[in-house]
């Protein structure tokens, strides 16, 4: 593991909405220039994306990330049965990886809105110290881990039914729930935390317009 550079800008990105909006698609063009990445992917979907790796064990997780400690690898685990152990090991094994993007598919599903278990705690909070850039999506961020949400830079936030995640998201974001409520697949709103703006756009038409 290399030393901590408290330097690091934190690029932390949250990604949430219902299936089919766009998620998937903005997260491979963000992972699709980056050198080292390790993904967290309970559904299998990366499995035949262009240079990635696919493991189904822990073990096999770890031994890749050992042999590529400071070379480029993208890997993704697609563990048999997605349970909190699995995606703590994950969790565990990107943050000792270090300088890597790290993509955590379906956050709802492994974590509670409640304190984030403690490796995927450890990797939110101290991971960018160590070059880690986290991905985390999610269709249900009323019900997902708040900790990753609270720290990340960047929200990218896709259409969502249920009032309940339009409102977790639109407070964090300080805007009306309504501008959520009005979107449709492929579109898009943008938050950044560090000039606090707001930006909505559509992933078809690549088109973006400031709202704040």
Known sequence: MSRANTALKAEHEYICG???TGKSSHVKKVIEKAKRVVVYDPDDEYGDQRG???????????KMLQSHAKKPLKITYAPMRSTVKTFEFWARCAFLWGECVAVAEEIADVTSAGKAPPNWGTLIRRGRKYGVK???VTQRPAEADKTILSNAAIIHCCALGRMADRKAIASEMDCDVSLIAKMIPLDFIVY???DLSLRAGNLKTQRTKLIR
């Open 52 to 62: 990635f790796v696919r493991v189904t064990s822990a073990n096999d997780l770890a």
């Open 134 to 136: 986290i991905l985390a």
């Open 192 to 194: 950044k935390r560090a």
């Open 18 to 20: 219902n299936s089919g």
